[in-house]
């Protein structure tokens, strides 16, 4: 498979083809520049597109939205209809509909959940904080953990250490989500042990940094889930790093090996393993949807369960292209820092 | 290709006189007889053998309220009674088979509509193929999970429904290694040649190309069940699974989680037959793609590599 990448004879020129493949003689001076160029254009494309699929599909398809809310309830009177749908401007064309919403988007006028009259980002500003309170902190973590545990399986391969951490790692990425939650509440907050607190629901107005100890297990959870992708990576890096010709080359000519493994190797491994890391922050952006259900912590994960739930469509709306721009920009951010961190890369061919 | 073959990836340079007609009978074979392999059809072979034998076995009827709500395990009911008094083995015996026929149907769609994507966006290149990785860029901009709950709140949580989600999920990432590996093929002279007889492209892909992508093909198979299960069984827990009567491993494990103190195996044991499953696929997986590819590596991780240094004429 490496080779008939290698052998990719045609650059696509666009998100998922790789930097270097767009020789460019006249302008190639910044390469990183370049790239971040092309890869936002795409990126916002992406959005934009990402955008009127997430309206049109919620806004279009199933009747309409003053149907599902007002359907719920009770059987809806024309005249009920007819307020409501004024209200959500449900009235106007889909074109003048998408622009308001889209507006609404960049000028926080999101409009109100159907469910309980809150406007929108009130009602999700307070989740997406917590949210990502728990993401970073897990991301952090899984991070340091992982590149630390592959590293250390890379220069001991083929040992022990690397035998069980590779069995280990198979096994645990293997593993949902909700097994690796519902493991631990058995194992500290129920039946084995009663030491951390299984539900973590946060007192209304509170932060996820006011109670730590609430965020213990859903990030357990979530370094547990995560640690073996990271782990697995930064040793194939680390490995491919440790067998190059530079580091035979420093062996051979007597530099110790702890500054062989930190100056030489490392940061030559850096560059897949922040890909890596970039990718798990992806992943998390799906994780916590169900790890907070589990907890019951209160960010846009069980945010969007709730909405999906009930049909609540601006909530489903702006929570789903909230997370389809985190991926997109972490994608971006992620490329780049892997291309700093490569430096044959930043050298314009 | 043979295991004393490394480095030799499927896509990469197999001679073509080497291409046996069922190459990937051969490959799943010696995966088998590997003990990575052999361990995960184990798990795998057991976890069907109960989805599909249970119904026929189950003591009681899965629905029958029995025993006591969250009842301890007792001789007649040996893993005691689910949040309603309904005997927990019964329902585990019973839980498993509509699961896992979805997932296998969601990781066949996957695997065919990705498929046919990344072949198709590889052989005919231009447009096709300008249109096929941009299609694929916007809904890998979605986590999977998300995209299946938002089609599911747009036209309502039905099962054909779930596993058409899931497996349309799978197909951007399939598409993508696909393309990647037809890449090279799709130039090799056998494709030429059939090309200057005359065959339609549609037939060039399927008699030409795609039986010398049989190994990616499996991998990615193995790994799209993998998460189909993952997927599934997260979706079920959510509460968009089988309508609350029907048993469910997925939504057992949410069910009966508030008696946990009371009752732990209505919990444990879906919880643990969901795991041996996912285990057993993924560990299968990696057998497979160690002795197709020769690497020691996950094709994944291979792929991220290689990512990066697309210009060095390959890593591995």
Request: net charge positive; no cysteine; hydrophobic share 55%.
């Given at each position: 498979m490496a080779s008939a990448r290698a052998a990719r004879p045609e650059p696509s020129g666009a998100a998922g083809s790789p930097p270097t493949a767009r020789p460019r003689p006249g302008r190639a001076a910044h390469p990183v520049l370049d790239l971040l160029g092309q890869r936002a254009a795409v990126g916002v494309f992406t959005l934009f597109v990402v955008s009127v699929l997430v309206f049109l599909a919620t806004e279009v398809l199933p009747g309409n939205a003053a149907n599902a809310v007002l359907g719920r309830t009770a059987a809806a009177s024309p005249a009920a209809l007819h307020r409501l749908e004024a209200a959500l401007h449900l009235n106007r064309g889909v074109a003048d509909q998408y622009w308001l919403w889209l507006s609404g988007l960049f000028t926080g006028n999101l409009g109100h959940s159907l469910v309980n009259g809150q406007p929108v980002w009130g009602y999700v500003e307070p989740r997406l904080i917590d949210s990502a309170v728990l993401m970073g902190v897990s991301g952090v973590i899984g991070a340091v953990a992982g590149v630390a545990l592959g590293a250390f399986a890379a220069l001991r391969k083929d040992g022990w250490f690397d035998h069980i951490t590779s069995v280990t790692a198979l096994a645990v990425t293997a593993l949902p989500e909700f097994v690796v939650a519902i493991g631990l509440v058995i194992l500290f907050s129920t039946v084995v042990t009663h030491l951390l607190p299984g539900v973590s629901l946060l007192p209304p107005g509170t932060y996820a940094w006011n109670a730590p100890q609430l965020l213990i297990l859903p990030v357990a959870t979530l370094v547990i889930v995560i640690v073996p992708y990271i782990q697995r990576m930064a040793r194939a890096a680390m490995i491919e790093a440790l067998e190059s010709d530079y580091v035979e080359m420093a062996r051979l000519k007597g530099v110790p090996m702890w500054r062989i493994v930190l100056v030489h190797a490392l940061p030559n491994a850096t560059a897949p393993t922040i890909q890596v890391i970039g990718l798990n922050f992806l992943y998390l952006a799906g994780g916590v949807v169900i790890v907070e259900y589990v907890f019951a912590f209160p960010g846009i994960g069980q945010g969007l369960v709730n909405a999906v739930d009930n049909r609540d469509i601006p909530v489903i709306q702006f929570i789903v292209v909230l997370l389809a721009a985190f991926y997109v920009f972490m994608n971006i951010v992620t490329d780049v820092i892997a291309l700093l961190a490569t430096p044959r890369h930043r050298i314009p061919r | 290709m043979t295991v004393a073959d490394p480095g030799a990836a499927a896509a990469a340079q197999p001679p073509v006189d080497r291409i046996r007609r069922h190459q990937w009978l051969a490959t799943a074979g010696q995966a088998v007889r590997t003990p990575r392999g052999a361990t995960g059809l184990g798990l795998v072979s057991f976890v069907v053998a109960v989805a599909v034998i249970g119904p026929f076995v189950a003591p009681d009827p899965p629905d029958a309220l029995l025993t006591y709500p969250f009842g301890k395990p007792s001789g007649q009911f040996l893993l005691g009674g689910d949040f309603l008094g309904r005997d927990v083995l019964s329902r585990v015996l019973d839980g498993g088979w509509l699961l896992l026929l979805m997932a296998v149907t969601a990781t066949v769609i996957g695997i065919g509509a990705g498929a046919a994507a990344g072949l198709s966006a590889a052989y005919l290149r231009g447009?096709?193929?300008?249109?096929?990785?941009?299609?694929?860029?916007?809904?890998?901009?979605?986590?999977?999970?998300?995209?299946?709950?938002?089609?599911?709140?747009?036209?309502?949580?039905?099962?054909?429904?779930?596993?058409?989600?899931?497996?349309?999920?799978?197909?951007?990432?399939?598409?993508?290694?696909?393309?990647?590996?037809?890449?090279?093929?799709?130039?090799?002279?056998?494709?030429?040649?059939?090309?200057?007889?005359?065959?339609?492209?549609?037939?060039?892909?399927?008699?030409?190309?795609?039986?010398?992508?049989?190994?990616?093909?499996?991998?990615?198979?193995?790994?799209?069940?993998?998460?189909?299960?993952?997927?599934?069984?997260?979706?079920?827990?959510?509460?968009?699974?089988?309508?609350?009567?029907?048993?469910?491993?997925?939504?057992?494990?949410?069910?009966?989680?508030?008696?946990?103190?009371?009752?732990?195996?209505?919990?444990?044991?879906?919880?643990?037959?969901?795991?041996?499953?996912?285990?057993?696929?993924?560990?299968?997986?990696d057998a497979i793609g160690r002795v197709a590819l020769g690497v020691d590596r996950r094709p994944e991780e291979a792929a991220l590599v290689d990512d990066l240094a697309p210009a060095e004429g390959g890593v591995a």
């Open positions: - | 447009r096709t193929d300008g249109v096929i990785m941009r299609t694929v860029d916007v809904i890998l901009a979605f986590p999977q999970l998300v995209f299946a709950l938002l089609l599911l709140s747009i036209l309502g949580p039905k099962l054909w429904l779930i596993v058409l989600a899931v497996g349309l999920t799978h197909a951007p990432a399939v598409a993508r290694v696909l393309r990647s590996a037809s890449l090279d093929i799709s130039e090799r002279d056998y494709v030429k040649v059939a090309e200057l007889q005359g065959m339609r492209p549609a037939a060039v892909m399927a008699k030409e190309i795609l039986p010398s992508l049989s190994t990616p093909l499996m991998v990615e198979a193995g790994l799209r069940l993998t998460y189909s299960i993952i997927i599934m069984a997260g979706l079920a827990f959510l509460g968009f699974g089988q309508p609350p009567p029907a048993p469910n491993w997925g939504t057992m494990i949410n069910e009966n989680r508030a008696g946990l103190a009371l009752n732990p195996w209505a919990v444990i044991i879906p919880a643990v037959v969901i795991a041996l499953f996912t285990i057993g696929t993924n560990i299968l997986t």
